[in-house]
């Protein structure tokens, strides 16, 4: 069974970084886009960032555009997101997802 | 206008068929698009249930009943998830999606109540 398993998460006051990580097993990572997505509590999905393949191309949300950065490393199956400048409404579950398979996701807390 | 919109809400009852609609902003049209759905309970994670883009383009979600299947209505530019004989199982959140302009794009999602 394909798991993807994020971590990272955690309680940082506003304008503090964090790295999100997403280890895949049993998964052909490469061969997949893999995206972020979070979910504020009772609340809608958002799609964050995606990076394709190869990781040659990345794509953002206009809220997190030169804040966040998406990045992989397809020889460890690893899917990270850095998030810098982080502000109250960025509170929420992050998701690392292909289109088929989604972790459990972690919980970012920005707070002051 | 969003992109994707969902209704809030849909009640059926066990037994039923439940026709969830996810209709697309005037301007994108719902022939260019692989429509994704997802069933998300509480707790959990969102589960990838399916997509549809014609009856030769879809594809069944690993492990996911028949009972389960999509379809579009051109006419309302909107994709449709169709849940037929209903299960209390059943009962959750439910989130289209379009990969539009290198973006994922959810629906607001609709909470299916089977009672």
């Known amino acids: 069974e394909v798991q993807l398993v994020e971590s990272g998460g955690g309680l940082v006051q506003p304008g503090e970084s964090l790295r999100l990580s997403c280890a895949a097993s049993?998964?052909?990572?490469?061969?997949?886009?893999m995206s972020w997505v979070r979910q504020t509590p009772g609340k809608g999905l958002e799609w964050v960032a995606n990076t394709k393949q190869d990781g040659s191309e990345k794509n953002y949300v206009d809220s997190v555009k030169g804040r966040f950065t998406i990045s992989r490393d397809n020889a460890k199956n690893l899917l990270y997101l850095q998030m810098n400048s982080l502000r109250v409404e960025d509170t929420a579950v992050y998701y690392c997802a292909s289109f088929d398979n989604w972790g459990q996701g972690t919980l970012v807390t920005v707070s002051s | 206008q969003a992109v994707l919109t969902q209704p809030s809400s849909l009640s059926a009852s066990p037994g039923a068929s439940a026709s969830l609609t996810c209709t697309l902003r005037?301007?994108?049209?719902?022939?260019?698009?692989?429509i994704y759905w997802y069933q998300q309970k509480p707790g959990s994670p969102p589960q990838y249930l399916l997509r549809?883009?014609?009856?030769?383009?879809?594809?069944?979600g690993s492990g996911v009943p028949s009972r389960f299947s999509g379809s579009k209505d051109a006419s309302a530019n909107a994709g449709i998830l169709l849940i037929s004989g209903l299960q209390s199982e059943d009962e959750a959140d439910y989130y289209c999606m379009i990969a539009h302009n290198s973006a994922w794009v959810f629906g607001g999602g609709t909470k299916l109540t089977v009672l």
């Open positions: 549809y883009k014609s009856d030769s383009d879809k594809q069944q």
């Open positions: 049993r998964f052909t990572f490469g061969t997949y886009t």
């Open positions: 005037s301007g994108i049209n719902v022939g260019t698009y692989r």
